[in-house]
């Protein structure tokens, strides 16, 4: 197996494991949303710490630490992923599963939008029109849940910044997450600790139980590494198709194992969703592929 096919298969693995993760956090009940997230974020620092260590990182994370610049991008980084992993946790354990896919479906034009807003990029005439078809069919429903699709806004809003953050920063990402879990850490292990005081935490109700609560800092790591391993092997472009399996996973199990209901209007909102997407993708692609092309011929003069 070459290279870039070791990169694509490790790619689409970890797209695969994100898609399923709906399956995975059920399993965590009864614990609630913010108890899974405190442990998510306590185990993946064990995990992480163990990873910078075995990989001789350490250097790298003390310039993160010597970096007032660093130190707060990846501080916004840290508290938006905090939210966005709370926001999945909540949604999948309230039966909003078709919504959190739809906040994944969303988040490339989401992405787009936050370049124009602060990095006052331009968009081409394409990508405005995808963008307004994404629009018209958050409009669509809303109307039909009686309320903004919060669970998508609060996901595709904090991916996106949690990327333009990440983008801005430019380290590694296991130092990077690292960092992340790190100012996360005492507000989660002093949530755990009041639980703990209050008679209400779950850990240690059962073996099984306390060792998938233990799990969600393995769950974290492995497919970012897959991501990580991935990135550097395939082009933008392909990682930029590849993100599109991980909602569609969502959307299906939403549908299919956890019977959520879709109403004729979610049906044709979601189709003007993965429209916008394909005219998006389309258009990006094309634009790449002119890109290289004069820079092939720029440089052959």
């Keep these: 197996m070459n290279d870039e096919r070791r990169g694509f298969v490790l790619g689409a693995a970890a797209y695969v494991m994100w ?10 009940e ?7 997230l405190a442990h998510r974020i306590c185990w993946s620092l064990v995990v992480l710490l163990g990873l910078v260590l075995a990989l001789r990182r350490t250097p790298q994370l003390g310039a993160i630490l010597r970096s007032r610049r660093l130190v707060l991008l990846l501080t916004v980084a840290s508290v938006v992923i905090g939210l966005n992993w709370g926001g999945f946790i909540w949604g999948v354990n309230n039966h909003r599963v078709v919504e959190v896919s739809l906040g994944y479906f ?5 992405t787009v939008l936050l370049g124009v807003v602060v990095l006052k990029e331009r968009l081409r005439p394409l990508q405005w029109a995808a963008i307004g078809l994404a629009t018209v069919a958050v409009v669509g429903l809303t109307l039909d849940y009686g309320h903004p699709p919060w669970v998508a806004f609060l996901l ?3 991916f996106g910044t949690y990327g333009l953050a990440k983008k801005k920063a430019n380290v590694e990402a296991v130092e990077s997450l690292t960092f992340e879990t790190l100012v996360l850490a005492p ?4 949530y755990l600790v009041w639980l703990w005081s209050q008679g209400s935490t779950t850990f240690g ?8 609560l233990a799990s969600t800092g ?19 472009t392909t990682i930029g198709l590849l993100q599109y399996l991980a909602p569609t996973i969502q959307f299906a199990l939403g549908i299919l194992f956890f019977h959520e209901d879709m109403t004729p209007v979610k049906w044709f909102g979601f189709s003007l969703v993965w429209l916008a997407l394909v005219l998006f993708t389309t258009e990006t692609v094309h634009h790449r592929g002119r890109q290289l092309r004069l820079a092939a011929e720029a440089a052959a003069v």
């Design 205 to 212: 109700t059962g073996i099984g139980h306390s060792l998938l």
């Design 30 to 36: 009864p614990a609630g949303a913010v108890e899974i």
């Design 156 to 158: 595709a809003g904090s």
């Design 187 to 190: 507000v989660a292990l002093g």
């Design 106 to 110: 969303i988040n490339p034009l989401v």
């Design 218 to 236: 393995l769950v974290t790591a492995v497919p970012l590494i897959c991501f990580g391993a991935a990135a550097i092997r395939v082009s933008m």
């Design 19 to 28: 898609g399923v993760f709906p399956l995975y956090w059920t399993l965590l």
